[in-house]
């Protein structure tokens, strides 16, 4: 059979239908026949398809959807469907280095006694906890989630486990609005803590983190919360925790003598603000916390409370485009025990005393792609007994203050570059002049932060 074009054979039906009956060309006639014939073949070839279509959607078996949040660290309690993902979890990575650079060579926070997180990080090239997240619906039920933070440390790099939770689903069939989270997370004390430090607008926390929680608080133990069925959110809760974390730490037993409440409320002013305002006590035994560098422990009852408020406003009604966003956090903490300095070899020495920390921030996106923020943090120590003069405790009448300004650029919601100047007077006489250029790159999976 001779080959023609798909438009030669329809020019040539055209032609055919335009003759009059009888005077056709033979060879348009052979271009009728020949199409016929090509018709037949594919409308054979069509209904062999069609068929074995039919006998495919018959045989298999119907998708499975389970309840649950759709992307890693996404809500589970938005209660979307989603396809069963029980043995291919969501899977990302958080990419986090920076560049630091100090004027001051030994900084020591007057007054406190912190942990290694919350002291400065290392001078020069970092990688600053990158981060490797596993999170998938276990089923219509509970919600499973792990993140691994990889850091370097004393000149070795380390994996350490920042959180490893399950969390309840709304078809276990608990009240409306109750959850429940066990396992070890960034638990709900404040605003910052709640959130991994990459999702932060400043490179480095402020002083009332670095002090009170050395960064963040992130114990293992078991919390409930309640969003109460309101005209405007409302929610409550609080948990349980073992007290091997800071401020804690030294417990060895799991005893259940450490534990949080909180309380919170929001809601929106007109179509372009809104606002949240928080109360938080966190309460435990202390047996045994040590400062970095071990130079003081302290052994008895720390009760940390905390207040946090946080503003945003849309000028132009819409947030993607500019946005203003205020936030301020006001800590007190007392403490009821002893503290020992190994390096004065006095002994124990009795301590019943508070301090406070606050710190305020505003961050500007004039731009989609930029922002630029300045944030202003304190903390106001205690007087000291004469056992603990000369000590890391020692205010040495100062309270160490910061300042700090950044500017970034998100290229998107995956990738973002920022640089910050800290001017930190944490001792009297010593003011450190910080220069931070930071870059975090997301990759794979990575839902948004709460409010």
């Not at 348009?28 to 016929?36: A, F, G, T």
């Not at 979890?89 to 280095?97: A, H, Q, Y």
């Not at 089923?139 to 989630?145: I, V």
Request: with cysteine; charged share 20%.
């Amino acid at each position: 059979m001779r080959r023609y074009s798909c438009g030669a054979a329809i020019a040539a039906s055209i032609i055919a239908a335009a003759q009059p009956s009888g005077a056709a060309d033979p060879e348009i006639q052979n271009l009728m026949r020949e199409i016929q014939v090509l018709r037949q073949s594919y409308e054979g070839r069509i209904a062999d398809l069609e068929s074995k279509l039919s006998k495919l959607e018959k045989s298999a078996p119907p998708a499975k959807t389970v309840v649950g949040p759709a992307t890693a660290g996404a809500d589970p309690s938005s209660g979307r469907a989603v396809r069963d993902n029980s043995f291919n979890p969501s899977i990302g990575v958080v990419l986090n280095g920076r560049f630091s650079s100090y004027t001051a060579e030994t900084p020591r926070f007057a007054g406190f006694g912190v942990g290694e997180e919350g002291e400065r990080g290392k001078e020069g090239f970092a990688i600053d906890e990158s981060e490797l997240n596993f999170s998938a619906s276990v089923d219509d039920k509970f919600y499973g989630s792990v993140t691994a933070a990889i850091v370097r440390e004393a000149g070795e790099d380390k994996i350490e486990l920042e959180e490893a939770y399950v969390q309840t689903l709304p078809g276990l069939g608990l009240p409306t609005g109750l959850g429940v989270k066990a396992g070890r997370a960034l638990w709900t004390f404040g605003y910052l803590n709640e959130h991994h430090t990459h999702a932060d607008d400043f490179v480095d926390r402020p002083l009332p983190y670095r002090a009170f929680l050395n960064n963040a608080f992130n114990d293992d133990g078991i919390e409930a919360s309640w969003v109460l069925p309101t005209g405007f959110y409302s929610e409550i809760g609080g948990g349980v925790f073992r007290g091997a974390d800071f401020p804690f730490g030294g417990a060895d037993g799991g005893r259940l003598g450490h534990w949080s409440a909180f309380a919170r409320v929001g809601g929106d002013i007109g179509r372009d603000q809104s606002w949240r305002l928080g109360g938080y006590a966190l309460r435990g035994q202390a047996e045994g916390r040590t400062t970095n560098d071990g130079a003081l422990t302290f052994v008895g009852d720390t009760n940390l409370y905390a207040l946090d408020l946080r503003y945003t406003w849309a000028p132009t009604g819409n947030p993607r485009q500019q946005e203003v966003t205020l936030l301020g956090e006001y800590f007190w903490r007392s403490e009821k025990g002893t503290y020992e300095d190994t390096a004065a070899e006095t002994g124990a020495v009795a301590f019943d005393k508070s301090s406070s920390g606050w710190f305020a921030q505003a961050v500007y996106k004039f731009h989609p792609q930029w922002r630029v923020g300045a944030r202003y943090s304190r903390l106001d120590s205690a007087a000291v007994p004469d056992g603990l003069a000369g000590s890391a405790l020692d205010p040495s009448g100062h309270d160490p203050h910061a300042y700090a300004v950044m500017a970034d650029w998100t290229n998107s919601e995956f990738s973002r570059l920022r640089l910050q100047y800290n001017r930190e007077r944490l001792s009297r006489g010593e003011a450190d002049n910080q220069f931070l250029a930071q870059y975090v790159m997301s990759i794979g999976a990575h839902g948004a932060h709460k409010f």
